[in-house]
């Protein structure tokens, strides 16, 4: 299981991306959020053994005023909820960057999202 913290102040919220070899809809990954995760909470965000998926993983949080956890792997996402194959995009899509979580050879993983 894939869990994420918000230890920063203000509420973030998250959105994840992880292998999906042949994503019906195009790509071999899967993006899915948001999660909004209030200061000092937790929320499980994927489900299951997470080394039988992929000892990589990615992710994107923000918060309502801009502060941002961002890396290299840009892909469109809407703003409201949504769970779509990497390449799937609508006309209120924006791109945003997602940063590499290497979670190694874990079963269950907790991200610290910290300032």
Known sequence: MLSISNHFPRTVWVSIMWYT??????????????????????????????????????????????????????????HSAYDWCEWTASTDSRNVGFRLLDIGDYDDFNLNLVP
């Open 21 to 78: 070899p042949n994503c019906p809809d195009g790509g071999d990954w899967t993006k899915a959020g948001w999660w909004q995760i209030d200061p000092g909470q937790s929320k499980n965000v994927f489900g299951g053994d997470l080394d039988e998926v992929n000892r990589y993983f990615c992710y994107f949080a923000h918060t309502a005023d801009g502060v941002v956890w961002a890396g290299p792997y840009v892909r469109a996402v809407p």
